[in-house]
């Protein structure tokens, strides 16, 4: 986009900002954003956040390098993670309530989000996949690991449309539009 996704304004924040509120929102207990380019600024928009940060020292080695550097500075005895993409600010609010939810029930290894029929995120991980999300290579993102673990996932399906991701600018003019509050 020419521009840092994260810190673009939607009704007043960043997007980032949106997005790590969502996921607080959402019932997470220990919130850690992997910082890449634009890491002060990122951290500057998440001021006064219940959030933890760590750095991901090689952003250009790909999606994976991030996944890494998070996996690594989870907590001692962390059960599960949930991998949230930052440049998602309207999750809806019921999914990742929903996500814990059949973690906890369940005792599957891997959670996914299905919208409308469509896999989508964030996805929670249990702590026995994160030597296989420390494997992962390039831009690939988790999306390989969820394909190979196939009988260690459950599909939690949501009658929703897939949350749009800032990559383009109509992504970016869409969300806006979305977040703007109706006319009286």
Request: charged share 20%.
């Amino acid at each position: 986009m020419g521009q840092p996704k994260l810190l673009l304004e939607v009704a007043g924040k960043p997007v980032i900002r949106w997005s790590v509120e969502r996921v607080r929102a959402g019932g997470v207990q220990d919130l850690l954003v992997v910082l890449g380019h634009e890491g002060e600024k990122i951290r500057e928009a998440l001021t006064g956040l219940p959030v933890r940060f760590c750095v991901n020292a090689n952003p250009e080695a790909g999606q994976a390098s991030s996944i890494k550097a998070g996996v690594n500075a989870l907590l001692h005895g962390t059960t599960g993670a949930l991998i949230v993409l930052g440049d998602q600010p309207a999750i809806p609010k019921e999914v990742i309530p929903r996500l814990i939810d059949i973690f906890r029930k369940t005792g599957m290894l891997i959670v996914a989000p299905v919208y409308r029929g469509t896999q989508g995120n964030p996805v929670l991980f249990a702590s026995q996949i994160f030597p296989g999300l420390l494997r992962l290579e390039g831009d690939e993102g988790a999306k390989s690991l969820i394909e190979r673990e196939r009988t260690h996932v459950i599909q939690v399906p949501f009658d929703l449309a897939m949350p749009a991701d800032v990559d383009t600018l109509e992504d970016y003019n869409a969300i806006a539009k979305e977040f703007q509050p109706p006319l009286s």
